[in-house]
């Protein structure tokens, strides 16, 4: 299995510190595995050519061919329940044995018990489902269910957003990644505004809290002004990751309800528990009108992703919205169900906000004076330290962060890098209490070794 051991948002496969770290492979196995790995595969940014291997994966580890072993705070977002949790594997294993795939028009009870579960977990009146094999799919058959509820089409999301990298969830998204080099337009009607996270606004002269709820109040500007707008579709708190100001969302959702729009909440990677609730947005005591949910849901084994949507949304019934081979298979939909088992029989949603709690503390205390540690911020157990080259300035410290990332990652610690300079940590929900405070302890050493280079 060829797979890059992390990434780095926004930054070459080719830098210096990518290159230094892929001359370090001691084995004549891994080069040969990365070289096929070169050839075989179209190359893209944040994917292929790969930095480094997998052999094995397993809780919160993985492993190389080299045999060296990290602590995986990236997993895209996948692994709540670490790798190949034992009980997971025993019920896929079963359910191949006992059913192993349901062509359409035939239903099967364990799709419709994952969707029954869905609905019963979800709050409010979110109970109607259909499945998708990934996250942009979800999100794009939410949009067509906003738009035969609404009789419109237009949308509004935040630059800087990710939906997904099909047309329609690039053209609601905000990543340059994912829109700056696609030749001619994207979908029309896809309206931006700016995000909640603009403390680096020229225009922000009250804190990042009033400034956050000027542009929810651009939402309602925004709506007003098109008229004619489907939905307004967002991720709850950023898996950048930033958290919402107070007041935000139920702002947001109140200039939906007043000018007939509906609110959409991307739950793919913040759902099921890794910001210390089930779903994010109930942080901000807002339901939306449909939520998506994907990555997390197969345990970390199988894709499958969920569309849940209120049920007066149910509207499309005359014509298709997401006719998906695996639409109901039972293998992926009985790993969904065990993952949602676990989470709740484990209690490891509120393991997240008890282990995400403590972790912020401990790094905002360790690393309260540091110079090159602009903010701290998360919830649960998605968390991130935003490196800056100067805390007056917050000029972002793309270089540093680099730089800390690799000092990590020797020491045996994975994440990923967001927005160019925040360290993004995003361990599983079963990590252990040690292991946590030795992953910190790297990241906490390795943040100080920059300061005083």
Known sequence: MSQAVTHTEGESNTSAARRAWAETHPDAATRDLLARDADAFLHQSLSSPCVST???AEGIWIEDTAGRRFMDFHGNSVHHLGYAHPRLVAAIKAQLDDLSFAP????????VELAETLGAIAPGDLNKVLFT???SDANEVALKIARAATGRFKTISFWDSFHGAGFGAASIGGEETFRSHIAGPLMPGTEHIAPFNCYRCPYN???PESCGLACAQMVDYVLGREGDVAAVIAEPMRAVPVVPPPG????????????????IMDEIPTGLGKTGRMFAF???????DIVTMGKALGGGILPIAAVVARHDLDVCGDFAIGHYTHEKNPVTARAALTTIAIL????????SAELGAYALTRLRTALADNPIVGDIRGRGLMFGIEIVEDRGTRAPGRTAAERIYYRCLEAGLSFKISAGCVLTLS???IISREDLDRALGIVEDAIRAEATQ
């Open 427 to 429: 361990p599983p929900l």
């Open 104 to 111: 359409r028009r035939f239903t099967n009870a364990v799709s």
């Open 54 to 56: 997998i052999a094995k």
């Open 133 to 135: 094999t990934g996250g």
């Open 282 to 288: 109930e942080h901000d005591e807002v339901i939306p």
């Open 344 to 351: 709740q029989e484990d209690g490891l949603v509120e393991r």
């Open 205 to 207: 002269h009250a804190g």
């Open 248 to 263: 935000f969302w139920k702002a947001v959702q109140e200039a939906c309800h007043k000018r007939g729009a509906l609110l």
